[in-house]
């Protein structure tokens, strides 16, 4: 049993920068690859940012370039560093851990493929 404890949420205006935490309990942080997703009022999950056991690293489209996904595996925690907030960027981000073991980035862009996730934590970004 894995479980995923975010941090770091809150309130930016535009072109602000925050830094989530996820930390994970348990003794095997290392084999899982560990995903970030985001959920805005009125719309679907949707993946935002993966890093795999390997520390492989995936994105989606919109946030290339201004968010970086990153693992700590002595300290059991993934960070998102977000950089030039935008608006549209406004959702409950939610941390997610995986227990497979895959190289093909569809597989981490997936909500069904992870087997442990947070509570999730607010991000607001204001224009």
């Known amino acids: 049993q894995v479980q995923l404890v975010e941090s770091g949420g809150g309130s930016v205006q535009a072109g602000g920068s925050l830094r989530l935490s996820c930390t994970a309990s348990?003794?095997?942080?290392?084999?899982?690859?560990m995903g970030w997703f985001r959920q805005a009022p009125g719309k679907e999950r949707e993946f935002v940012a993966a890093?795999?056991?390997?520390?492989?690293?995936h994105y989606v489209a919109p946030v290339k370039g201004r968010f970086t996904i990153s693992r700590d595996n002595a300290k059991n925690t993934v960070d998102l560093q977000m950089t030039s907030l935008k608006p549209e960027d406004t959702a409950v981000y939610y941390c997610?851990?995986?227990?497979?073991?895959?190289?093909?980035?569809?597989?981490?862009?997936?909500?069904?493929?992870?087997?442990?996730w947070g509570q999730g934590t607010q991000v607001t970004v204001s224009s």
């Open positions: 890093i795999t056991w390997s520390a492989i690293t």
């Open positions: 997610a851990a995986a227990r497979g073991k895959r190289y093909s980035a569809m597989y981490y862009n997936t909500g069904g493929n992870y087997d442990y």
């Open positions: 348990g003794r095997t942080f290392s084999d899982y690859s």
